[in-house]
C-alpha cells in the first residue's frame, strides 16, 4: 500500500503566499492592501459627514484633514482630482502672449497710478 498524503485546500492567503515567494512582491501587495484600509476609511468618514442616518446623531467634524488625506491616497493609485489640464512641460496655465499682454494692459488702465519725483544731493568725492 501506497502512503498518498491527501493536501489539504489552502485559503486564500496560503495561495497568496505560494503565488509569491519574493519578499519585495510580499512587501508591495501589503502597502496595497494598507493603503486600500486607509482610502476605505477615509473615504467612510468623508461620507458618514454629508449622509445623515435616521435614529444617530451626526457629529459634525471638519473633514478637510480627511479629505486631503484621501486625495493623498487616491494620488497614490494614480487617480488625480478633476479640473483644467494644464501643459505637460509646465504648471502655468496656457495663456497666449497677446492675452497676457490685453490683461496687463487693462491692469494698467484700471489701477490708480502715483509718481514719485526724488532728488539727490550731488555727493562730492575727495581724496
Partial sequence: MADTKVEKPKGPIGKLKDAMDDKEEQLAILSTFVRLGILIWSGGI???????????????????????????VTATFGVQAGGKKKSSNSDAPNISKADMEKLIEKATQSAPTQTIKLEVPAVKISS
Fill in 46 to 72: 468623508l461620507t458618514l459627514n454629508y449622509v445623515t442616518i435616521p435614529g444617530w446623531e451626526q457629529d459634525k467634524i471638519d473633514p478637510t484633514f480627511i479629505a486631503s488625506v484621501f486625495t493623498g
